[in-house]
């Protein structure tokens, strides 16, 4: 397997004081040889440790993206070489540079599925799950109608909301806007291997939910907490699980995955799955008494010891 990174040559500079930025390739054998990028810069513009250019403006970052795009191209394009039993060799490096060379004929659709096949490799399962259930919609998608890389432009996401929501019965705004963030990021791998050369499916719509919290003034909160002694138990557990949401700002499914063995003195230990980290939600004394009231249901055998948020579903 090749060996690239990439280096300025500060002893070619042109008339303008700026030198070319060449991609070092070490082959199996100690041999080096060096391919160019076709981009030049200022020395003062070059970061030698992070190989590539220091600046924010416009140029200077267009250049550092297209420096991006020729190093995951040669990446993807290795990979998929080595899953083909052969190695990337050094014409590979310069077919993948040459941008007309690299671009090829092939379908959206046939795009999106091989990717979705490379991501099982680095993704987890419920990443590629979602992903496939997008690309399930799509198949159906085009169906109906024809499915091209101009497919995507300024109207597909409307035209496509209206398609989820008349033949896939979603009607969710939230749950078409994930769809359409997940076709925007494989159109964004399209881009990146110029597969499409505009950027107009970045202008698609992604909706946000709502916010989950209840909205709820202090008073009428206040208001719960003073009715909890006419109700009978089974509603009282409900409105106190309420209640406990409330104090702790928690999910309702982190809350049904509650244990007791996750209550560390002022503090609950909730793992984020979705995020892979934890976060310590501190406990109010109004928390601590709904805790303390079904601690004490547990020890008389009403709390099943899975968890003392299951007896609500029991």
Same mark, same amino acid.
Not at 219 to 234: A, G, M, P, V, Y
């Given at each position: 397997? /090749?060996?690239?990174?990439?280096?300025?040559?500060?002893?070619?500079?042109?008339?303008?004081?700026?030198?070319?930025?060449?991609?070092?390739?070490?082959? @199996?054998?100690?041999?080096?040889?060096?391919?160019?990028?076709?981009?030049?810069?200022?020395?003062?513009?070059?970061?030698?440790?992070?190989?590539?250019?220091?600046?924010?403006?416009? %140029?200077?970052?267009?250049?550092?993206?297209?420096?991006?795009?020729? !190093?995951?191209?040669?990446?993807?394009?290795?990979?998929?070489?080595?899953?083909?039993?052969?190695? !990337?060799?050094?014409?590979?490096?310069?077919?993948?540079?040459?941008?007309?060379?690299?671009?090829?004929?092939?379908? @959206?659709?046939?795009?999106?599925?091989?990717?979705?096949?490379?991501?099982?490799?680095?993704?987890? $399962?419920?990443?590629?799950?979602?992903?496939?259930?997008?690309?399930?919609?799509?198949?159906?998608?085009?169906?109906?109608?024809?499915?091209?890389?101009?497919?995507?432009?300024?109207?597909?996401?409307? $035209?496509?909301?209206?398609?989820?929501?008349?033949?896939?019965?979603?009607?969710?705004?939230?749950?078409?806007?994930?769809?359409?963030?997940?076709?925007?990021?494989?159109?964004?791998?399209?881009?990146?291997?110029?597969?499409?050369?505009?950027?107009?499916?970045?202008?698609?719509?992604?909706?946000?939910?709502?916010?989950?919290?209840?909205?709820?003034?202090?008073?009428?909160?206040? %208001?719960?907490?003073?009715?909890?002694?006419?109700?009978?138990?089974?509603?009282?557990?409900?409105?106190?699980?309420?209640?406990?949401?409330?104090?702790?700002?928690?999910?309702?499914?982190?809350?049904?995955? !509650?244990?007791?063995?996750?209550?560390?003195?002022?503090?609950?230990?909730?793992?984020?799955?979705?995020?892979?980290?934890?976060?310590?939600?501190? /406990?109010?004394?109004?928390?601590?008494?709904?805790?303390?009231?079904?601690?004490?249901?547990?020890?008389?055998?009403?709390?099943?010891?899975?968890?003392?948020?299951?007896?609500?579903?029991?």
């Amino acid at each position: 397997m /090749l060996n690239t990174n990439l280096y300025l040559l500060r002893d070619k500079k042109d008339q303008n004081g700026e030198c070319p930025i060449y991609l070092f390739i070490n082959q @199996p054998g100690g041999v080096r040889k060096r391919v160019s990028t076709r981009y030049k810069c200022s020395p003062s513009k070059w970061n030698e440790k992070k190989q590539r250019l220091k600046g924010t403006n416009s %140029h200077l970052t267009t250049i550092n993206a297209e420096l991006e795009k020729i !190093l995951l191209r040669i990446a993807e394009l290795g990979l998929d070489l080595y899953r083909n039993g052969r190695d !990337l060799e050094l014409e590979d490096i310069r077919r993948a540079i040459k941008h007309n060379t690299w671009e090829k004929t092939i379908s @959206p659709i046939e795009f999106f599925g091989e990717e979705i096949e490379r991501m099982k490799h680095v993704n987890r $399962e419920s990443t590629i799950k979602a992903y496939k259930t997008t690309f399930k919609y799509l198949l159906s998608y085009k169906q109906k109608r024809s499915l091209n890389w101009t497919t995507f432009n300024e109207s597909f996401d409307s $035209e496509y909301s209206t398609f989820l929501k008349s033949q896939g019965n979603i009607q969710s705004d939230v749950t078409i806007g994930k769809h359409i963030k997940t076709i925007k990021a494989l159109l964004n791998k399209a881009y990146n291997k110029r597969l499409i050369k505009n950027q107009s499916f970045r202008k698609y719509k992604v909706f946000k939910a709502d916010s989950i919290i209840p909205s709820l003034e202090t008073d009428e909160i206040n %208001h719960l907490w003073n009715s909890l002694d006419q109700l009978n138990e089974k509603d009282k557990s409900v409105l106190l699980i309420f209640l406990f949401l409330c104090e702790t700002s928690l999910r309702i499914g982190e809350a049904t995955a !509650l244990r007791w063995e996750d209550i560390e003195g002022d503090f609950l230990q909730i793992y984020e799955l979705k995020n892979d980290k934890f976060k310590r939600p501190f /406990l109010t004394p109004k928390a601590k008494y709904i805790l303390k009231y079904f601690k004490k249901r547990g020890s008389q055998g009403q709390v099943p010891q899975t968890g003392w948020f299951s007896e609500v579903n029991a």
